[in-house]
């Protein structure tokens, strides 16, 4: 069964701290999204990768393969960063799977 | 700005109720999935619409169905509408079969039955 689990659930943090969430998934998943979303409910993609590390901006991605692990970060954290993060799986070529979310609140 | 644009944004219905929700994907996409988004849960998978044909279906009941057009453009309908059906529904477009596994959502229908 392809799964994909997240943590932490909540998250609260000082503005500029640095921020780490954490996500696990089954075998079956060939690759990993992280995703941002807001309140009003849009969902924007992040970062999509299947192997290594991603860096945007404050933002850092990492998989690894082996352990079918991968982390999202943030550093110089901001409150305009609260949002909710949800990583999701690639199976079957073209679907997804969803994690549950973390809910991040940064505080000024 | 990612190029899905999903209609309506909100909407209420009664219990009973049939509803259509709109789904325009991405310019050269060919690939709708549909997803349903629960209060305080992660998206789970309703089905997908790949050059017109269904692609894989979720868990859920037949009343959920679906339809995409030849300009890929997607429609989720919803038929006797159940309180528990409130919640956030999703779009997202892709073009797997061209090498691109990445996926571009629309903003949401937020659909409350009463």
């Known amino acids: 069964k392809n799964e994909v689990e997240q943590s932490p659930q909540n998250l609260t943090a000082q503005e500029e701290e640095f921020i780490t969430i954490n996500c696990s998934y089954s075998?079956?998943?060939?690759?990993l999204h992280w995703l941002q979303q807001h309140p009003g409910g849009g969902i924007v993609s992040l970062f999509m990768?299947?192997?290594g590390k991603k860096k945007h901006g404050r933002l850092i991605a990492t998989i690894n393969i082996q352990e079918k692990h991968s982390s999202l970060h943030i550093t110089a954290s901001h409150p305009r960063d609260s949002a909710v993060y949800i990583c999701?799986?690639?199976?079957?070529?073209?679907?997804?799977?969803f994690g549950t979310g973390t809910r991040l609140q940064v505080f000024p | 700005e990612t190029g899905v644009t999903q209609s309506p944004t909100h909407l209420i219905k009664t219990r009973g109720q049939q509803v259509t929700l709109r789904c325009s994907s991405q310019?050269?996409?060919?690939?709708v999935s549909w997803y349903q988004q629960a209060l305080g849960q992660g998206p789970q998978f309703i089905f997908q619409?790949?050059?017109?044909?269904?692609?894989g279906r979720g868990n859920f009941p037949p009343r959920f169905s679906g339809l995409q057009f030849p300009n890929y453009s997607s429609e989720l309908n919803v038929n006797a509408l159940e309180l528990d059906d409130s919640a956030l529904y999703l779009c997202a477009s892709s073009s797997p079969g061209q090498g691109n596994t990445e996926a571009f959502f629309g903003q949401g229908t937020r659909l409350t039955v009463v």
């Open positions: 999701a799986g690639l199976y079957n070529t073209d679907k997804l799977i």
């Open positions: 619409y790949y050059r017109e044909e269904e692609n």
């Open positions: 990768l299947s192997s």
């Open positions: 310019s050269g996409h060919n690939t």
């Open positions: 075998v079956g998943i060939s690759a």
